[in-house]
């Protein structure tokens, strides 16, 4: 009992020891202070410590980041007054630091944050309080075109990783005083900043409580990008399907929150999380609204023709050459059928391994530097096509069908989609190879129920189609004329209905008639 004791005494002893060395508030101590300081910063060669001695013989404990200040801001406008001044400290908001944004703090809890994320903090001595002096600087790359979203026509401007700058980008072009910005702060270690996005009045109080409800309970130590950000707060978490929308398209944000949605801004990515996410939104893109109706009308069929030819040309070819032959035409069997004479494996084994060779392509494609990346895949395909063909392992069928089958993957605009369809595309190769063609119906079928039963913040993942809001199809698989626009998609339930409003009057603006315009 006595070794317990005295064990316990040890350990008590060592807490509060920790606890001094730990404090919650400032105690005015400057030398205990700048201990603190540097045992809590490791000694780190960027974090600047230094003490100041003031005109009026007042020493004040100043403390930066350097690397994320401004040099020139701490020099001017905080040094050279501090040396002049002879104001007492809790007036130097008022008559001596002339900055933008300068704020007070007593609990070290809330000081942390601030002086990691570039600010300035002033301890002046015998005081209980810190001045914490806005000098946030950040080296970013310049604002450049969007790099997986390509648009030929319409705005070329894309998000980078500095998250002041994304609210910047997103209020230029969004001249509302509406345009509400909440910013929280997820990770118990590093505090990241992460600002939510919405147009007041427009959309709906009860999704943008949902948002934020959901982020409010993420519980990690570091929030590194936005897909882990947009894997913790979507539904259907374990689902292949993608219930959130990633974009780096500044218009296409604008249009978003226009129309009723919630956008979600993560420092240090370039990506922004669009809610809620159906699955018509992942064939959408900015340049639709940036081209006429019939054009971009035509860019969207040609997705969805994608969206088949993905799924089912490769199953099919397995179907018509194995399980169920007699479902094609004579001459077309002929054809088929003769081409795979001599080759050692089936059409299955043929499908397997294009999609390997296709999939090597892609992946060294990607990790290459881009001119010898477009040099990889322009001659890997045609060199590997040509030499596997006259090799013998495959049939010159299958390198067309699989090629045409890997250019619509990428058919999809939301890259995020292209895994989920390559999943489902071998599903369906494996059904048509075991059932036939009564396998492609029921993996059909499986994916309808299981895509009609999933929801994205309480929209149904189909819609507009499932359950139909007719007016919502004027922006689905076709884009009608903006003149037809009247109100907003219902599927997201915005508040404010109306988004255009013709001319007052029964027949709005007058026509002038044939004779007038001649003498005109």
């Known amino acids: 009992m006595q070794q317990i004791s005295e064990s316990?005494?040890?350990?008590?002893?060592?807490l509060a020891a920790w606890k001094e060395l730990t404090p919650d508030t400032i105690s005015g101590d400057l030398p205990a202070i700048e201990q603190y300081l540097k045992s809590e910063l490791n000694k780190s060669p960027d974090a600047i410590v230094r003490v100041v001695e003031c005109g009026s013989q007042q020493r004040v404990l100043m403390v930066y980041i350097d690397g994320l200040v401004d040099t020139e801001m701490v020099d001017q406008d905080i040094i050279a007054p501090l040396l002049k001044t002879t104001a007492p400290p809790d007036h130097w908001d008022q008559s001596t630091l002339h900055v933008g944004h300068i704020s007070q703090e007593t609990h070290w809890n809330k000081i942390w944050p601030k002086l990691l994320a570039g600010n300035t903090v002033l301890v002046p001595e015998g005081s209980t309080y810190a001045w914490l002096v806005d000098t946030v600087q950040y080296r970013q790359r310049a604002i450049e075109r969007p790099q997986t979203e390509l648009a030929i026509r319409g705005p070329q401007e894309a998000f980078n990783e500095i998250g002041?700058?994304?609210?910047?980008?997103?209020?230029?072009?969004l001249r509302d005083k509406r345009l509400v910005f909440q910013q929280m702060q997820l990770g118990t270690l590093d505090h990241h900043p992460i600002v939510v996005a919405g147009l007041h009045g427009v959309v709906n109080p009860g999704l943008w409580e949902?948002?934020?409800y959901r982020l409010h309970r993420i519980r990690l130590d570091a929030v590194p990008?936005?897909?882990?950000?947009?894997?913790?707060?979507?539904?259907?978490?374990?689902?292949?399907?993608?219930t959130v929308?990633?974009?780096e398209h500044v218009d296409f944000v604008v249009w978003a929150l226009e129309q009723g949605k919630v956008a979600v801004l993560v420092d240090g990515d370039p990506f922004v999380i669009l809610l809620p996410a159906t699955l018509w939104d992942?064939?959408?893109?900015g340049m639709d609204y940036n081209s006429p109706w019939y054009d971009a009308s035509f860019a969207r069929f040609i997705r969805m023709a994608g969206f088949f030819i993905t799924l089912y040309f490769p199953g099919l070819y397995i179907v018509f050459t194995t399980t169920n032959q007699n479902l094609v035409p004579y001459q077309l069997l002929t054809t088929i059928i003769g081409s795979h004479i001599g080759l050692p494996f089936p059409p299955i084994l043929e499908a397997i391994i294009m999609i390997f060779v296709i999939e090597i392509i892609r992946e060294a494609a990607l990790r290459l530097p881009k001119a010898l990346s477009t040099v990889l895949g322009t001659m890997g395909a045609i060199v590997v096509g040509t030499a596997i063909v006259k090799a013998g392992f495959v049939s010159s069928q299958i390198i067309v069908i699989m090629t045409v089958t890997a250019l619509s993957f990428y058919s999809v605009p939301a890259y995020e989609l292209v895994g989920s369809w390559r999943l489902v595309n071998f599903a369906l190769?494996?059904?048509a190879q075991f059932w036939g063609l009564f396998g492609i119906l029921w993996v059909s079928l499986a994916l309808i129920i299981e895509l009609g039963s999933m929801v994205s913040f309480g929209v149904p993942y189909l819609a507009p189609w499932v359950p139909a809001y007719w007016r919502d199809l004027k922006d689905s698989v076709v884009r009608l004329p903006l003149i037809l626009w009247r109100q907003r998609l219902r599927a997201v339930r915005p508040i404010r209905q109306a988004w255009r409003r013709p001319l007052p009057g029964p027949g709005g603006q007058p026509r002038l008639k044939r004779r007038q315009l001649r003498a005109r």
Not at 9 to 14: M, Q, S, V
Not at 225 to 238: E, F, K
Not at 282 to 285: G, P, R, S
């Open 8 to 14: 316990s005494g040890r350990l008590l002893a060592e």
């Open 164 to 173: 002041l700058t994304q609210m910047n980008q997103i209020r230029r072009r």
């Open 210 to 212: 949902t948002v934020l």
């Open 225 to 242: 990008n936005a897909t882990q950000i947009g894997s913790m707060i979507r539904d259907h978490p374990y689902s292949i399907f993608p």
């Open 245 to 247: 929308r990633y974009t």
């Open 282 to 285: 992942f064939y959408q893109t």
């Open 429 to 431: 190769i494996a059904a």
